[in-house]
């Protein structure tokens, strides 16, 4: 896990990895005032985005949508988008990524000439700062919790739907692993997918079992 120890810079900012398993990768993103990513999309992966701290604008060919604090979007393989800082201070948000593939990447249009080209290499890569992030798994039926950037981000084993109720219905569950099943073990809610409670709470009402390996997220300001 080669990005585990080092943050990568962009001429947005900078992004680095805080946690990561077989099936998922979770990176931290800060864009400076007024700066965006490329506009790319993922053949291979589905990405979530759910914002830390500060406002963006996430935009498609023919769209675009503002995301504020907690705020999340999920976007499907291969659709084009880009992220921008619309905060004075700039944003911080959380990307997760499944599969694990940092090279599952295609540029289209880009702000600083990177159009084709792939994920930056190790010359850009330099040792993460003192106040960097990176998440453990809770023990089992535990929880962890973290306090970064005026955010408190709770880290939770799973291992029964009671603890749902334990969550506001308002909060996004970030799936870091396993999920909700139904009866033929197939996932309604699995590693990836950032969703809101109240729906989480919903689909419980009818698939009522949870993957015993379940680690999930939530973000509070």
């Known amino acids: 896990m080669k990005h585990k120890t080092n943050i990568v810079r962009k001429p947005w900012g900078y992004e680095y990895l805080v946690y990561q398993n077989e099936n998922v990768a979770l990176w931290l993103l800060h864009l400076m005032n007024n700066q965006t990513t490329s506009l790319h999309c993922h053949p291979k ?30 976007i499907r393989k291969g659709l084009f988008h880009s992220t921008k800082s619309l905060s004075t201070g700039g944003s911080i948000l959380f990307e997760i990524e499944t599969p694990v593939d940092k090279k599952d990447l295609v540029r289209f249009k880009d702000n600083y000439g990177r159009e084709g080209l792939p994920y930056e290499d190790y010359k850009f890569e330099e ?46 569950i970030i799936f870091l692993n396993g999920g909700i099943l139904t009866n033929d073990n ?20 009818v698939f009522k079992n949870v993957d015993k390996k379940t680690i999930i997220m939530t973000l509070k300001k």
């Open 186 to 205: 197939q996932y309604v809610a699995g590693p990836g997918d950032i969703v809101i409670c109240k729906t989480v709470k919903q689909l419980l009402t």
């Open 45 to 74: 992966k589905t990405t979530g985005l759910i914002v830390i701290d500060g406002i963006v604008e996430t935009s498609f060919f023919n769209d675009k949508r503002t995301l504020h604090e907690k705020e999340k979007i999920m």
């Open 127 to 172: 040792p993460k700062y003192e106040d960097s992030l990176w998440i453990t798994e809770p023990k089992l039926n535990k929880k962890n919790i973290y306090n970064y950037a005026n955010s408190e981000i709770t880290v939770i084993s799973i291992i029964n739907i009671e603890a749902f109720n334990d969550i506001d219905n308002d909060e996004n």
